[in-house]
């Protein structure tokens, strides 16, 4: 039994750096990857080659450790302050299991007079241990120069950026534990510091955690292929390719307790060419006596070759892979999901059993000099990079605007900004967004919950829908619900001036507007008298102070006193024909035919209500009502873009009606939209699931596609074979295709979700699920049946939310109790 204190090799921690007992200095860098499933074939590449020239940069006599830590955990829920269907989603996915991962880069330089370290050497064997360069300056400055070249070519390529560990995070504090207590006592991020024995006779044992220690240390148990990126069959498809890194597999694919160490050891390159010089020729003088030894010579001969011919750094490596687990009846089950993990790289797993202590003690911090330098082999750094693992999780947002979605593996929720974020980092230069997607691929209900979601951070949102999609949801937050039908017309009141308001131009503007499209044809043109006699009409009518504006009262007002002016003005007719007005607008007069349409008395202060659905499934081919039904609500999106505060997000969303839209003429509002919102801190959003109408319309391709720099797309299977003219249309890459036709493949049979795809303006793409609580799902369905049983619970409970949690406790107890 031996004292810690006595053997630990790291001597003191300070000025952000580790200085080991041998003389050995380290910095150490948290690193932040690129997030898993994102690059391309050629990222892959262009990643791999900036970890090439990082290496070349460090000098000899160093050594570089990568270390890639993932450690089982679980979401825990915040439930302060959180709406009904916000704390459904986070009791839903309260400790829900994912592989967290952090990645430490530690930067070694070895003092000039070191003496490589084997197995029985180790320092866990030796008595006692002194500092011989404790106090020397010079080394520490040279790796700091090297540190500093270091981190800027890998931060230069964009895919990666180091942030340097400072003592408290090295070393910790009396309530946080450092990375070298962490290393030690197999410790998460944030939890309390404590103490465990550690067992190093017969197994590695650290606490209650049974180790074991996976090597790749010798040239025979290499794969014979090895590249930056591996095929991921799973998501994979007959015309795509879907890329992962080459080490993916014993990283975040590989689905337990697990440390993922790399290292790399730069000598001076003359030397080891003399020594492999001096082995070429020793195994040349005794090639006749053995074939092996023939082999060797000529191997040793390719490698000189290479190393001097194509200027090739040559290096020795090493890497393992120490899992763990506290269930000993896992052990085998973490054994056999290690070695599963690096048969898929092609690779010969070797269990560490005698030499697994020493290799362990290596892995600590700053102490990679002392590791055992017979468990190393010979290759190239470009070689040897490719065993780097390059990939990380999913990361969350910091901005307060978002969505919840899901990770693409384990699911763990993730808080998402598809419109501010963007805005600021460059990515994009509007908030506006196209979703695509086929029937039953999910896209309602995505749209649902991203809607509610913005709607929860205060955004002001107006839908145009023609299938019922948004009732549950307009319900539950108590909006403005506009649906036509015989015993329940539409009706609009766009005379109303509400309280507080002003009946500014605009407003004037939109109400003529409307007034022309009911008196004239599309075809027919409005004469400029016509024009100037209705603004004066308009004018006049408000001047007179009307007990209630209506459009009653408005009629009653041009019959009466404004009929009466005309006659007297002698008005001719060809100028102003105000008996062919009136008579067009009869049938909107009490007792015509469309009285009800702009007479309401209710639901009129339409510009501060934040939810307001326009439902027109019933009228988008009438040929009277849809074109008027269509002014009002674009004028009631102008006037909430134009009078609520800039700070005020505004939204919205066309669904299938764009299509009855664009067909009434409404194609320059479409444009003046879609290229004018984002001024009013607004977005536009359109909805579509037919290819053919996305090609066929020039007002979709011009104005929406071109101005929506957010594209949203829901699983295309249905339409691989013609995806090339989507692609080509919305301005696809060869990866994000990849990605796309990589949804829903291989998902999860223990959860129920969709994936959804989301580009940023070809920039950033990613694949997340849309995985909901039982109660968000009640309230987005769009099922026929499951919205009847939704309605008649509330009927039953008087409440929305009683009758959703209801059916959700239904549902729970019929499940446990097939259980």
């Not at 090295?170 to 550690?198: H, M, Q, W």
């Amino acid at each position: 039994m031996k004292n810690a204190a006595q053997i630990f090799p790291i001597y003191k921690v300070e000025h952000d750096a580790l200085l080991s007992t041998q003389g050995e200095l380290s910095i150490v860098f948290e690193a932040r990857l690129p997030e898993l499933f994102t690059l391309s074939n050629e990222e892959y590449m262009a990643f791999h080659q900036t970890w090439v020239k990082a290496i070349k940069l460090l000098p000899k006599h160093s050594i570089l450790h990568k270390q890639d830590r993932f450690v089982e955990d679980k979401y825990t829920a915040e439930f302060a302050q959180r709406s009904f269907l916000s704390h459904a989603s986070e009791r839903f996915f309260n400790e829900r299991p994912y592989l967290a991962h952090q990645c430490y880069i530690i930067l070694t330089k070895r003092p000039s007079h070191h003496r490589a370290v084997d197995t029985a050497a180790s320092s866990l064997l030796r008595k006692r241990l002194t500092p011989p360069q404790a106090t020397e300056s010079g080394p520490f400055n040279e790796l700091l120069d090297s540190a500093g070249q270091f981190k800027k070519v890998l931060e230069d390529s964009g895919l990666v950026t180091l942030r340097r560990l400072a003592d408290d995070e090295l070393a910790g504090t009396a309530s946080t534990p450092g990375i070298l207590e962490r290393y030690c006592f197999l410790l998460n991020e944030g939890d309390t510091p404590v103490l465990k024995d550690i067992h190093l006779r017969d197994e590695l044992r650290i606490g209650n955690d049974r180790c074991q220690l996976f090597t790749l240390a010798d040239a025979e148990h290499l794969p014979a292929l090895c590249g930056p990126r591996i095929t991921y069959d799973q998501y994979s498809t007959d015309r795509t390719k879907f890329s992962t890194g080459f080490t993916s597999p014993v990283g975040a694919l590989l689905n337990c307790n697990h440390i993922y160490n790399q290292y790399i050891f730069i000598e001076d390159s003359a030397e080891t060419i003399k020594k492999l010089e001096a082995k070429k020729l020793r195994l040349q003088s005794l090639s006749a006596y053995s074939r092996e030894n023939a082999i060797g010579r000529d191997a040793t001969q390719e490698f000189l070759n290479e190393a001097i011919g194509q200027q090739r750094l040559p290096v020795k490596a090493h890497f393992n892979i120490l899992a763990w687990t506290d269930d000993p009846s896992r052990a085998k089950e973490v054994r056999n999901k290690v070695s599963s993990a690096l048969a898929q790289l092609d690779a010969q797993p070797k269990q560490e059993t005698d030499g697994a202590p020493q290799i362990w003690w290596a892995g600590l911090p700053g102490n990679s000099g002392n590791f055992p330098m017979n468990d190393t082999f010979d290759t190239f750094a470009e070689q040897a990079a490719c065993f780097f693992n390059l990939e990380t999780n999913y990361r969350s947002s910091l901005s307060p605007c978002g969505i919840r979605l899901g990770d693409r593996l384990s699911g763990k929720p993730l808080h998402v900004d598809l419109s501010d974020e963007p805005m600021k980092k460059g990515i994009t230069t509007n908030r506006n967004k196209f979703i695509l997607g086929p029937s039953g691929s999910g896209k309602s209900f995505f749209t649902n919950h991203l809607l509610r979601s913005y709607y929860e951070q205060d955004a002001h949102i107006v839908l145009v829908d023609v299938g019922h999609s948004y009732e549950g949801l307009c319900e539950f937050v108590d909006g403005y619900y506009f649906t036509y039908s015989e015993d329940q017309p539409i009706s609009f009141n766009p005379f109303y001036v509400s309280d507080g308001d002003s009946l500014d131009t605009e407003k004037r503007e939109s109400i003529k507007a409307m007034i022309l499209a009911l008196w004239k044809k599309e075809d027919e043109g409005v004469l400029r008298s016509e024009y100037i006699a209705i603004s004066d009409a308009l004018f006049q009518y408000y001047e007179s102070a009307p007990e209630f504006a209506c459009f009653d009262s408005f009629y009653e007002f041009l019959q009466g006193p404004f009929y009466e002016n005309m006659k007297q003005s002698q008005v001719k007719d060809k100028h102003f024909d105000i008996d062919n007005l009136l008579f067009v607008l009869r049938p909107y007069y009490k007792g015509g035919e469309y009285d009800h349409l702009l007479n309401a008395t209710e639901n009129l202060d339409l510009l501060n209500r934040r939810f307001i659905v326009f439902e027109l499934d019933n009228i988008k081919d009438h040929p009277i009502l849809f074109p008027v039904v269509t002014l009002i609500i674009m004028e009631t999106f102008v006037s909430k873009m134009r009078k609520l505060p800039k700070a005020t997000r505004k939204m919205i969303l066309i669904e299938e009606a764009w299509k009855a839209i664009a067909r009434e003429g409404m194609a320059e509002y479409i444009k003046y939209l879609f290229k004018t919102v984002r001024k009013f801190y607004g977005e536009a959003l359109v909805v579509t699931q037919d290819i053919e109408d996305i090609i066929s319309s020039p007002v979709v391709k011009q104005a929406i596609i071109n101005n929506s720099d957010c594209k949203i797309l829901l699983d295309q299977r249905k339409y691989q074979n013609d995806f090339p003219k989507i692609q080509a249309l919305l301005g696809i890459t060869d990866k994000e295709t990849a990605m796309i036709m990589s949804m829903n493949r291989a998902n999860d049979e223990r959860y129920h979700y969709k994936e959804v795809f989301i580009s940023l303006n070809g920039q950033l793409s990613r694949v997340y699920r849309t995985e909901v609580s039982p109660e968000e799902y009640w309230t987005y369905t769009t099922e026929s049946a499951e919205k009847a049983k939704v309605k008649a619970y509330q009927q039953k409970y008087g409440d929305i939310r009683k009758a959703i949690a209801v059916i959700v406790q239904e549902e729970l107890t019929t499940k446990n109790n097939k259980l």
